[in-house]
């Protein structure tokens, strides 16, 4: 990702890093979860329960992909090991 340099000479990444440590600094944590509720209540005003019940169902589908996965590959590691033991 190219990096747009600003005429002060500091990136947009870093402006928005200070910027976000600067309003971490000044408000505080509680400003971070007022913020947070407003926007999911806004959210739940707008797409309803079944929003928060589907987005739940694809998480925890993604948790499950990459249980399975892990198990997979733990597995094969397994494997690996016991052929190279045996050799």
């Not at 890093?17 to 005003?45: L, N, S």
């Amino acid at each position: 990702m190219a990096e747009e340099k600003k005429s002060g000479g500091m990136t947009v990444r870093e402006a928005g890093r200070k910027g976000g440590q600067k309003v971490r600094d000044e408000r505080g944590h509680a400003f971070y979860e007022e913020i947070g509720r407003k926007g999911g209540e806004t959210v739940r005003d707008q797409r309803g329960h079944e929003f928060y019940e589907e987005i739940g169902h694809k998480g925890g589908q993604k948790v499950k992909e990459l249980i399975e996965a892990g198990k997979r590959r733990a597995a094969e590691v397994a494997k690996a090991a016991e052929t190279k033991k045996s050799e």
